[in-house]
């Protein structure tokens, strides 16, 4: 049974910053891609970032490009987004994902097959 557990959503001004981390309970970690995705309400859920199994390669969606950093400690079990400079529309809860057992990265949802519950990230102006 895979778990995986986001923490460090909350409020947050405009300009400001916030860490999620997702912790997995998973003994191969180290082998699957990881993601973190996005649902505002009234949208459909969306790609913000990926990691390539060893960290070497990410991706990130064009919205969060320069401002997100996604990095993962597999000693720990766990992905990190680092989220600066928020912005309003950056509201959403964020939900992070196991993706496949190969050295890629992908922004499709049906290549991720487990998710976590999901954290509220609140960007007032």
């Known amino acids: 049974q895979v778990q995986l557990v986001e923490s460090g959503g909350g409020l947050v001004q405009a300009g400001g910053s916030l860490r999620l981390s997702c912790a997995a309970s998973l003994r191969t970690f180290s082998s699957y891609t990881m993601g973190w995705f996005r649902q505002a309400p009234g949208k459909e859920r969306e790609f913000v970032a990926a990691?390539?199994?060893?960290?070497?390669?990410?991706y990130y969606a064009d919205s969060v490009k320069g401002r997100f950093t996604i990095s993962r400690d597999n000693a720990k079990n766990t992905v990190y987004l680092q989220m600066n400079s928020l912005k309003p529309e950056d509201t959403a809860v964020y939900y992070c994902?196991?993706?496949?057992?190969?050295?890629?990265?992908?922004?499709?949802?049906?290549?991720?097959?487990?998710w976590g519950q999901g954290t509220q990230v609140t960007v007032s102006s």
């Open positions: 990691i390539s199994r060893r960290g070497g390669i990410t």
């Open positions: 994902a196991k993706g496949p057992s190969r050295d890629y990265v992908t922004r499709t949802r049906y290549e991720y097959d487990y």
